[in-house]
């Protein structure tokens, strides 16, 4: 399963890597901010099965 999610700020569009853990709950919410902008991005991440997903949107 894949736990390691590359993704784009949905501000400045920098490249980010986040990890995730299904252990963690199959569905999880968290918001960091983007080290290069410092704007708050929501991650919702999904684990269902063997697939994971992960969306990003703006957290304000
Ligand atoms: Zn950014």
């Known amino acids: 399963m894949e736990t390691n999610f590359s ?3 949905p ?10 853990y299904p252990e963690d709950g199959s569905q ?3 918001i960091v ?7 708050p991005i929501l991650y919702e991440v ?3 099965g063997e697939e994971s997903n992960l969306r990003v949107e703006r957290a304000q």
């Not at 501000?11 to 995730?20: L, S, T, V």
């Not at 901010?33 to 704007?39: A, I, S, Y």
Request: proline share 0%.
């Open 33 to 39: 901010d983007c080290e290069v902008c410092c704007n």
């Open 28 to 30: 999880q919410e968290m």
């Open 46 to 48: 999904t684990f269902k």
């Open 7 to 9: 993704v784009q700020c």
């Open 11 to 20: 501000y400045c569009g920098e490249q980010i890597w986040m990890e995730f």
